[in-house]
């Protein structure tokens, strides 16, 4: 087993004349036998990175140790580690059986020794009954089951995943998503996995590591990630209907600290809770960007203290919630209601917001206050 560590490891594409900084000097440190996920919007780098790891690219600076040894210099396949990908890369004319033994062939281990790990992975993954088929008789489901188990076979210290999902369907994606989180628990290997899908993310990672522009933006547990966003970006980027963000200005009032929404004659007036609000409150207040996720907000009646009066605009049963969309006149946003509770467009709608759950950010700079 072997933890991956990450120092200033930088890649810049050189492609006639222009330059693309896909890595953009990060720091990171996986440790042995975590599952951490590299998620973020496509183009961010997440793929450059895990190549790097696998020495699949060349290196523009920096270093890459696997298992405290550097191998900047180690070709991939003495890396110790096994790398699965978005297309699954099966051999077509090769049986799954045949596919599943290739790697071990070509490293000239034992017969016996390549039967016997080919048999338990097939026995892992449940492929036992498709030995014998080739890919073309296979389905998608199991397309990935037998790239995942080409990985396993090969027993490596370090798995890598790119978007090893992205071709299933949403029900399958979701059942095979939990499998490999029972792969992960009953092999204890190192795992980084690279996901665009933040549903993949916070569900799968021990920890998750947000990239934006080549950069790392925050790294951490993914309920802390979702709870303290240290960036707008990373607010904005996980949850799904994503968090709310009203433009505004934040003053002492006489109860403590007063957020007025701008850019309407009838913007709302919130009043965030908390330490961060009372300290950005004080000496004069400041503008500040508020965010506030959806399940945070509650429908409730005219007269209730605090309610704020808001336009309905829509309202999207999902079966199980109620997806309220409401706007203020500035600003649209978005309410996680009860099943039932589905306004009308065009009504008027009240609504009261939980002070102990805003998140206040630096308009600017996107840093939390
Ligand atoms: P992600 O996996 O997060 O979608 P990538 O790591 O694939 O992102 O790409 C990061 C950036 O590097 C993108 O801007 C992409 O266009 C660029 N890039 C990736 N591979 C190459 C390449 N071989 N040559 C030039 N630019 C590349
Ligand atoms: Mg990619």
Redesign the pocket.
């Known amino acids: 087993m072997a933890d991956v560590v990450l120092e200033n490891l930088e890649k810049v ?1 050189r ?1 006639r004349g222009t330059e ?1 900084r ?1 890595v953009d000097r990060i720091n990171l440190s996986v440790k042995d036998g975590e599952f951490l996920v590299l998620v ?1 919007p ?7 990175t895990l190549r790097l790891i696998a020495g699949l690219e060349e290196i523009s600076s920096g270093t890459v140790s696997i298992g405290g040894r550097r191998v900047n210099e180690v070709p991939p396949k003495d890396r110790d580690i096994a790398m699965v990908f978005q297309n699954y890369a099966l051999y077509p004319h090769l049986t799954v059986r045949e596919n599943l033994a290739f790697g071990l062939r070509l490293r000239k281990l034992p017969r016996e020794e390549i039967d016997r790990r080919v048999k338990e992975a097939a026995a892992m993954l449940g492929l036992d009954a498709l030995l014998d088929r080739r890919p073309k008789a296979l389905s998608g489901g199991q397309r990935q089951r037998v790239a995942v188990g080409r990985a396993v076979v090969r027993q490596p210290s370090v798995f890598l995943f790119d978007e090893p999902l992205s071709n299933l369907d949403a029900r399958l994606r979701a059942g095979t998503r939990a499998e490999l989180i029972r792969l992960h628990a009953r092999l204890g290997a190192t795992m980084v996995y ?1 996901t665009h899908d933040q549903v993949e993310a916070m569900t799968m990672g021990d920890r998750i590591c947000v990239m934006q522009d080549g950069r790392i933006v925050q790294v951490d547990e993914p309920i802390a990630l979702y709870e303290r966003p240290r960036h707008v970006f990373v607010a904005g980027f996980l949850g799904s209907p994503p968090m709310n963000f009203f433009r505004g200005t934040l003053t002492e009032g006489e109860g403590g600290p007063v957020f007025r929404e701008a850019g309407s004659m009838n913007g709302i007036e919130l009043r965030p809770d908390g330490e961060a609000a009372r300290k950005a409150a004080a000496g004069g207040g400041r503008e500040v960007l508020l965010g506030i996720r959806p399940e945070h907000i509650r429908l409730c009646g005219e007269g209730e203290a605090g309610a704020s009066s808001v336009d309905v605009e829509l309202s999207e049963p999902m079966g199980a919630e109620t997806h309220v969309h409401l706007g203020t006149g500035a600003t649209k946003f978005i309410v996680r209601a009860g099943p039932a509770d589905r306004p009308a467009a065009g009504q008027k709608a009240h609504v009261v917001f939980d002070a102990a759950r805003m998140h206040l950010f630096d308009p600017a700079s996107g840093e939390a206050l």
């Open positions: 594409y492609d693309v896909a973020g496509s183009g961010c780098g997440k793929s450059t690279v």
